[in-house]
Structures are given as C-alpha cells and as structure tokens.
C-alpha cells in the first residue's frame, strides 16, 4: 500500500473519471512489482472526494482506492506530509512548518489507510507499507491485525537524528515504524541514522539491543543487503535494512533510430543535448543546473559547443509555497537565460512543464548526450538509472549530484556537488570533454553503470526485501 495508485484519476467535465499514470519514483518502481505479484494495491487515487469501488489495472492489479477530503488533501497530504515531513527528511532544504492541525490530520488519514488494509489483506497475508506519508500504519495494523506480516520501507532520505529531533511527534512516528517487522531504506547511512535516532528518541519508549558499529551484513551479498535488529517496544525483533531501489529495465523503451535523430533535427542539431526531468521540486536543484548552464555561457568556457538544454518538469504539489516559488524561479532563470543566449527559433533552454509519455520520454533519454541529474537531497533518483538504461551502447553521460542516493551506486558519474555552482560548471564541461576528446573513457563510464543497473533492477530490490521480510515470519 501506498500513499498514491498507481493511477490517478481526473474529474472530466462531464463528472466521469478519467485515468492517468500517477507521478513519481515509487509508482515507477512497484508497478512492475505488483503486475508480478498480482497483489492487491491501497491507495489514493489522486482526486479528492468520493472515490470507485476497486478494480483491476489493464495489468491485472486490483486497486483499493481510500478516499482523501479536501481538508485531508490540505492537512495531511499537503501539509503534514509534504510541508512537515518531506522538508524535514530532506535535510531542511526548505523550512518544515509544524502544525497540530496537520498532525491530527495524519494520524487520521494514517488510521484509514490501515483500516483499509486490515479489511482487504486475508489471513496471514503480507502488507508492505509505502513510504513517508504512511508512517503510523505499521503499528496501527498490527494492533488491528496481528495475523499479518508488515514491512514497511521509506522512499525518501531519512535524516540524522539531530534533524528529526526537531518533529513535535517523533515519538509517535518511531513508534509507528517499529509496529513493522522489517523496515527499509534506500541506504546504509539512512538505516543507520535510524537505529541511532531508535537509541536515543525510543529510549523510553522499547529497550535496544545496542547500535553496532558497523551493520552487520549477512545474506547472499549480490542482494547486498545490510540487517540490524531493534527491540520494539511489544519485545519484537524489528529488521532494520539498506535495499537500494532501482528500475525495471524491460520497461525502458529504445526508441526508433529515425523519432531520436527527428528530435535532434526539431531542436536545430545542436552539437551537444543536455537533458532534465524532474518533478518540479525545490529539492531536484534545477535552478542551480540553469544557472550553472547560464555562467558556461556567459564565460563562453564552451566555445566551440552549441547546446540546448531540455528541461522536462512534472507538475507537483503546485499549491504549496516552496513548490510556487520553486516554479517562479526556473521559470524566471529558463527567461532569462533564453533572453540573454537564445536565437529566433533556437531558445538555449527547451522547457516542457507537463508530465510526458514514457515513450517521449525515452526519445529525450536516447537523444541526450548529457544528463543532468542534480538534487540537493534525493532518496535514491530514478531518472539517473533511466537514463543510464537507455544508453546500453555506453553513449551518453551523466552529471550526478553527490547527494543523490544514486551516487553510491553510479560512482563513474561525473560527480558534482549541487551547492557549488562551480562543482557543477566542472562535472558539466567533464563530460562535455570526455564526449570530445576522451570518448573511450565516456564510454566505459557509461558501460560501468550500465552492468551496475543491469546487475541491480527492480526486481532484485523487491526480491531481497520480501526475502527478508518473508524470513521474520
Ligand atoms: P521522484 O520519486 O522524487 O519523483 P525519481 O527520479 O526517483 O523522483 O522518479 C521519477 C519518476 O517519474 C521516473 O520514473 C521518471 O521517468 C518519471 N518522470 C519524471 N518526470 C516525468 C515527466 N515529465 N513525465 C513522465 N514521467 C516523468
Ligand atoms: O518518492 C517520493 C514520492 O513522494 C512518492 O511517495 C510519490 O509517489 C512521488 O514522490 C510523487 O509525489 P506525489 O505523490 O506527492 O505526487
């Protein structure tokens, strides 16, 4: 279960509901997962009000659609979720507001979501709890049914315990998590962050069977996966675990020869195609890649190179202040920038705000020559992988923010760090130089990620998850 279906459906004018792919990493990730399974999906379907009766996906996944109000969309999904907790996880990129009425909100809308799941999971059934919105539902499930194995895993950073500490209610939500048998994270430091927080904010909540130095790691180590064990409060032995996310490469399309080299000839043949595609979040950095692309240009360090920038960016959130500002910002620097350094009919900067067809997107990914993947915090990044996976013939290359999830495991990036323009500005004319000059290195960059990926889907992330989870029957 997760916050979002798979799907999201929209009110046409007439009042019938139309379906739509819903945004987002997570989404990418499960979808195949649950196709397999032929599970059953909780979530909510991306409208507020009354909401259909369950029914099955093309691909034969039955959705279980709960309902958000206006005032829930509002206080638990606008705000708690993503104006307290999404902030706060993301090293307070921006300022986290903490609200009471919000966090009435979430405990609520949380309660409705593990109701929904005790009614539609059968005896004995395993109910995997998705992500930071849904915190609360591991421990209020287990009290409605204890019969059910729960794992729960974040999508998101989760943050150093100086951090959280900050959360009014980190009490709760520790508590909450801990109702799981086993809990994922992306990464080795977020597990870890957490068994330290478990030691020093659940002190008084549950005891701790002591934080090891380093994870203890066990299991076949091509499914690298990374275990530690909290005492719950109930005296459970709760798993605690680092299972990278990644893609499924099946659904990766490679794109005719002739729509890619279309798409270079639309966009005027510029000698290099940078790409981005992101949801518009404060936290993605595209206004610092912008402005990186706009003091290469302005320094002319790239002379001899004509390039476009195609910036791709999802509509998300859009009623938030952040996320306004956020908009307002890349779009004034996507102006500016195309004012300063554009041509009639040769803007520098190609901006699409609007969610785009996979196979569209898989045209942009196949046509780049440079992606720019540059977040100032990022769970794990998606979009890297996916670009990564469109190249299998070692062409292409990826700028990649060190903050990313994605850079512990796509180490031959052409690194950079997302708060120094100039670190960005470096990683950019990098790869630009080793495309030129250097393309047997490029190549072998790409190659090198390219196993990584291929090594490292979706599949063996869900696969060593369930393993694990399976095991604490
Ligand atoms: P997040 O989960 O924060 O949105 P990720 O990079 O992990 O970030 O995942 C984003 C997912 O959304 C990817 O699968 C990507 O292909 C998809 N996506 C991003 N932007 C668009 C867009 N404009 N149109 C269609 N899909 C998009
Ligand atoms: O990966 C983080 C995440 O918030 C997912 O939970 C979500 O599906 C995706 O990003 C898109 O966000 P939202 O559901 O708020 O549009």
Redesign the pocket.
């Known amino acids: 279960m997760a916050n979002r279906l798979p799907v999201d459906l929209e009110r046409a004018a007439d009042g019938t509901l139309e379906v739509k792919p819903s945004?987002?990493?997570?989404v990418?990730a499960l979808s195949p997962v649950l196709e397999q399974h032929r599970g059953c999906w909780v979530g909510w379907p991306g409208v507020v009000g009354e909401v259909p009766e369950p029914f099955r996906t093309d691909s034969g996944v039955l959705l279980h659609p709960v309902a958000l109000s206006e005032d829930d969309y509002r206080d638990f999904y606008e705000g708690f979720s993503n104006a307290t907790l999404w902030p706060l996880y993301h090293d307070l990129i921006a300022t986290p507001t903490y609200d009471r009425s919000w966090w009435a909100a979430y405990r609520e809308v949380n309660l409705r979501f593990a109701e929904a799941a005790a009614e539609v999971a059968a005896e004995g059934a395993t109910v995997w709890v998705q992500d930071y919105q849904l915190q609360l539902v591991p421990g209020i499930l287990r009290q409605l049914r204890p019969d059910v194995t729960v794992g729960f895993f974040l999508?998101i950073p989760f943050p150093s315990p100086d951090l959280f500490r900050q959360l009014p209610w980190r009490e709760e939500v520790v508590r909450g998590l801990l109702g799981a048998d086993l809990i994922g994270f992306h990464l080795a430091g977020c597990a870890r962050n957490f068994l330290e927080l478990t030691r020093q904010v659940a002190g008084r909540a549950g005891s701790h069977t002591g934080l090891p130095d380093t994870l203890e790691v066990s299991g076949d180590p091509s499914v690298r996966e990374i275990s530690a064990h909290v005492t719950a409060p109930d005296g459970r032995r709760v798993g605690v675990g680092a299972f990278p996310i990644s893609?499924d490469l099946d659904s990766i399309a490679h794109p005719d020869p002739a729509e890619v080299e279309a798409l270079r000839a639309d966009l005027g043949h510029p000698d290099l195609l940078m790409l981005g595609?992101?949801?518009l979040?404060y936290t993605?950095g595209i206004l610092q890649r912008l402005r990186a692309v706009e003091e290469l240009l302005e320094s002319g360090a790239m002379p001899q190179t004509r390039f476009t920038v195609l910036q791709?960016?999802?509509p998300?959130r859009e009623r938030i202040e952040h996320y306004r500002q956020a908009r307002s910002e890349v779009e004034e620097a996507v102006g500016r920038i195309n004012g300063r350094f554009g041509e009639p009919g040769r803007p520098v900067v190609e901006y699409?705000h609007?969610?785009?067809?996979?196979a569209r997107?898989a045209v942009f990914y196949a046509a780049a020559d440079i992606m720019l993947v540059t977040p100032f915090k990022?769970?794990?990044?998606?979009?890297?992988k996916?670009y990564v996976a469109a190249h299998p013939d070692g062409s292409g290359a990826l700028v990649l923010s060190e903050f990313a999830g994605a850079a512990e495991e796509l180490a031959e990036a052409h690194l950079c760090n997302p708060f120094d323009l100039d670190s960005i500005k470096r990683a950019i004319h990098q790869a630009a130089a080793d495309l030129a000059y250097r393309p047997g290195e490029a190549r072998a960059r790409m190659l090198a990620m390219h196993r990584q990926v291929s090594e490292h889907d979706v599949d063996l992330w869900a696969r060593s998850f369930l393993h694990c989870l399976e095991e604490r029957r």
């Open positions: 945004p987002g990493g997570l990418a999508h893609i595609v992101d949801r979040d993605k791709v960016a999802t998300s699409l609007r969610s785009v067809p996979k997107l990022d769970g794990m990044n998606l979009v890297a996916e």
